[in-house]
């Protein structure tokens, strides 16, 4: 399911820009073909791309979805190298690192499939044999996440060097590790597997001479790094050691093996010339690598004082860096040798076509879901009227926006949106959680819901980015994200309240049954709170009414409280919301203490189920909306409890004849019952499969969620 979903959001990046089409989608996992790396077809295919530096030690700033755009967009890389640091402090081998580490991966992994290239998943390991078994742990667990992707290679060790002993890992070492990882990550995927090899993995002949068998490993290509200060080719004859088994330049760089320290950097043969048997970078890929389309990502993408660092010390961005001032002098040549590539072969661009350059929009706004800069795991929907939309959107799945904010402003969140499920998806804001968005199911009807919070955002570009987290994989159809301008509204009195001019909302969600209606508050809990500022006119007594319904089929209630200062809370009345499923009008009679501002607040109390609903509240003004408006048309929902299942037939009215099958066709209990409240149903224990089928006042056929 995971690879359709991606295969789709590749097909629908693509659609966005003239003549698009990601390197991925054109050519598929790559593989191994007798000493070749090919793409889907056979074809050899030639990955030119970065890596990023250590996860650690500054480096995993750029661990970043914005320098992942940046690089495939100007410098037209192909593929990105995640480097999970593993042995060194703050490494994955630590317990209390472990998260982190693994959230770096993530971010480069989502990064790189959004943008439609290729992604390493580096070990970045020494002494990854003496922690076999954490490794396979690892890559077991990459591999079921990520493995079924085209655009994922596994690194299993990336440098081979000393043993805590102080001995040298020979290769009989690095073949036995390799043998016992790979099938770990054989249990889900067939993807390339990149094994290091002896001194740093600058040591190939051994691996020639004797490789890991082809037909209990396959697609497996054999790792070499270089340095262009410290290395030569002259014991890399292509007859010898080159051709004859695949091979993959996952690390090399254009200074000596220390990264540079020393500043210097050997491009061409005027710099190599101090270095006596060492080669330049010109002469590695002119004689080596480009004769036979050797795939190779270079080291590194960092501002640090290395000169293999490809950004300038003073560089502090994370993208959009200056060609002439935000590069160093190796950036800017291996930037340079990674546009020649695209140019001369356009089958190795990340972009057939013009890349895609994502639209701005300008706050306020209403931003159609197509409109992205990038996305993760969703697809591209038409419905009968012509309107397009994202549909298979769910867990893990994100999807990433641009907009201009032209003066500081405090802006509200909403979603348009159809629901399978009861939620919160996160809104992130430059890269950090700024609201949330509490949906609930709404069948087969589009409907608003909108953030918790009143967010400030400075002038500006800044990156919106949401977040879904649910248990399902195809939760949500996703039409728009709107940022409207929203302050603090304070509404004067006597009014029916805009429950959607909150001053804060805790726990609770803003929503609506379909585009038209207005807007409720919906799934209170135990500690759910709505507050709105109020202007009071004058102090005469008044009514003040609220709306509620409780769908949960058990006692409920809510709490009314008023204050002045936001410090000493009055407690008016507690509404007890019968279990009927019916709505409900409660009136109190009350008058403000003072003129001027006030705030309202109601407080769930005693719920834990999310099915208390605030229709409305109006003070002074009479509420009456029908809850016959609330969910009218909609297909029964069906919601499981441990062993009981509560059938919503509120929408409709009349006898309904309700039965649960097993998957055998047996009936296992009928009932007779009255629509227009919630109906419970208890269940035998079982693990297998059943169905809930209406007849009567709503016909309907309902699998019955699993409990156990």
Excluded at 158 to 183: C, F, L, M, Q
Excluded at 193 to 215: F, M
Excluded at 313 to 318: D, G, S
Excluded at 663 to 669: E, K, T
Aim: charged fraction near 20%; hydrophobic fraction near 40%.
């Amino acid at each position: 399911m995971r690879l359709l979903k991606v295969l789709s959001a590749l097909v629908l990046a693509g659609s966005l820009a003239a003549s698009a089409a990601s390197i991925v989608e054109r050519r598929g996992a790559v593989k191994t073909s007798g000493a070749k790396i090919v793409d889907q077809s056979g074809k050899q295919i030639q990955l030119t791309g970065m890596s990023l530096y250590w996860s650690i030690w500054g480096g995993e700033a750029f661990y970043n979805p914005a320098t992942i755009d940046w690089l495939v967009r100007d410098w037209k890389i192909n593929g990105i190298r995640a480097a999970m640091a593993v042995e060194t402090s703050g490494g994955y081998l630590n317990p209390n690192n472990r998260r982190t580490q693994l959230k770096h991966v993530n971010n480069v992994v989502e990064s790189a499939v959004a943008n439609g290239i290729y992604v390493i998943i580096d070990y970045h390991s020494h002494m990854a044999a003496e922690n076999t078994d954490t490794a396979v742990r690892f890559f077991e667990s990459m591999a079921q996440k990520y493995g079924d992707l085209p655009n994922v290679i596994f690194e299993i060790w990336n440098e081979p060097d000393t043993n805590a002993a102080g001995s040298r890992y020979e290769w009989t070492d690095i073949k036995s590790y390799a043998e016992a990882v790979i099938p770990a990550i054989r249990k889900y995927s067939n993807n390339l597997v990149i094994v290091g090899t002896p001194q740093w993995s600058g040591q190939i002949s051994e691996p020639v001479k004797n490789p890991l068998d082809a037909a209990k490993f396959p697609n497996v290509a054999y790792a070499f790094h270089f340095y262009a200060c410290s290395h030569g080719t002259s014991n890399l004859d292509p007859t010898k050691v080159l051709t004859k088994i695949p091979v993959f330049i996952s690390e090399w760089g254009t200074t000596g093996a220390d990264g540079g320290s020393n500043g210097k950097t050997c491009l061409d043969a005027t710099e190599r010339s101090a270095n006596s048997g060492r080669a330049s970078a010109t002469e590695w890929f002119k004689d080596r690598i480009d004769p036979n389309k050797l795939s190779s990502m270079n080291w590194s993408v960092n501002n640090i004082k290395e000169a293999t660092a490809v950004l300038d010390t003073n560089e502090h961005e994370l993208s959009g860096w200056d060609p002439l001032t935000g590069l160093s002098r190796s950036g800017k040549w291996v930037r340079n040798m990674i546009r020649e590539h695209c140019a001369a072969d356009s089958t190795t661009c990340p972009w057939l076509g013009d890349t895609l350059v994502p639209k701005t929009h300008e706050v306020p706004a209403t931003i159609p879901a197509l409109e992205f800069v990038s996305q993760m795991g969703t697809a591209k929907q038409t419905d009968s009227a012509g309107g397009q939309f994202l549909t298979n959107v769910g867990n893990g799945d994100n999807l990433r926006y641009r907009v201009h904010v032209a003066a500081p402003d405090s802006l509200a969140f909403r979603l348009r949106l159809q629901s399978g499920v009861t939620a919160t998806i996160s809104v992130l804001v430059d890269g950090r959680v700024l609201d949330s968005v509490r949906v609930r199911p709404t069948g087969e009807r589009w409907a608003w819901f909108q953030g918790l919070n009143l967010s400030k955002l400075d002038t500006g570009i800044h990156e919106i980015s949401l977040q879904f987290a649910t248990d399902e994989k195809n939760a949500f159809q996703v039409s728009a994200l709107e940022l409207k301008k929203q302050g603090v509204r304070i509404q004067p009195l006597p009014a029916i309240l805009d429950l959607s001019a909150f001053r804060r909302l805790t726990n609770v969600g803003l929503g609506s049954d379909n585009d038209s209606s207005p807007m409720f508050l919906h799934n209170f809990l135990t500690g759910s709170q709505a507050q709105y500022a109020v202007e009071a006119i004058n102090t005469d007594s008044f009514d003040l009414q609220v709306m509620a319904v409780n769908l949960t089929g058990k006692p409920a209630s809510l709490v009314l409280k008023t204050t002045k200062n936001l410090s000493q809370v009055r407690s008016l009345d507690t509404l007890e919301v019968p279990a009927d499923g019916k709505s409900t009008l409660f009136t109190y009679r009350f008058a403000f203490g003072s003129v001027g501002l006030q705030y309202l607040q109601i407080v769930g109390l005693g719920i834990t189920d999310p099915g208390v609903y605030v229709m409305e509240i109006g003070a002074g003004k009479a509420v009456g909306r029908k809850v016959s408006s609330f969910r009218a048309g909609i297909a029964p929902n069906l919601r499981r409890i441990g062993d009981r299942l509560e059938l919503d037939l509120i929408a409709s009215s009349g006898m309904a004849k309700v039965m649960v099958v097993g998957a055998d066709g047996r009936q296992i209990l009928a009932r007779q019952v009255e629509a227009g409240a919630m109906v419970g149903l208890d269940l035998p224990r079982t693990l297998r499969p059943q169905w809930v089928r209406v007849q009567g006042a709503a016909n309907a056929v309902l699998p019955v969620p699993p409990g156990f």
